[in-house]
């Protein structure tokens, strides 16, 4: 069984800095794509970034040029590398991942727990 577990959240003033980083384990033949999301409640998810298995990365438009998506695929990790953190980057952190766990099936997508990021005034 697939699991997705991340870790690094936490509490820190702006203009601080946070990696995020997400652990599959399982039987695992090939990851297509990773990516991580946030969520404030109430409001949609939404899409901070994504890194495919040719290296092509991609970021929602408020966090380009202070958060860093990158992947260990020996270890099946994707971790988020987050700095000059602002409030609004308040949320809980969920890691995402396209699988292929079975030889001849299409990927299914995991998502982890979610891991909670706080940056105060």
């Known amino acids: 069984q697939v699991r997705l577990v991340e870790s690094g959240g936490g509490l820190v003033q702006a203009g601080g800095s946070l990696r995020l980083s997400c652990a599959a384990s399982?039987?695992?033949?090939?990851?297509?794509?990773m990516r991580w999301y946030r969520q404030v409640p109430g409001k949609e998810r939404e899409l901070v970034a994504s890194l495919d298995s040719g290296g092509n990365t991609g970021y929602a438009d408020s966090v380009k040029g202070r958060f860093t998506i990158s992947r260990d695929n020996a270890k099946n990790t994707v971790s988020l590398q987050m700095n000059s953190l602002k409030p609004e980057d308040t949320a809980g952190y969920y890691c995402?991942?396209?699988?292929?766990?079975?030889?001849?099936?299409?990927?299914?997508?995991?998502w982890g727990q979610g891991t909670q990021v706080t940056v105060s005034s």
């Open positions: 995402n991942a396209d699988i292929v766990v079975v030889a001849g099936l299409y990927h299914n997508t995991y």
């Open positions: 399982g039987s695992i033949l090939a990851i297509n794509a």
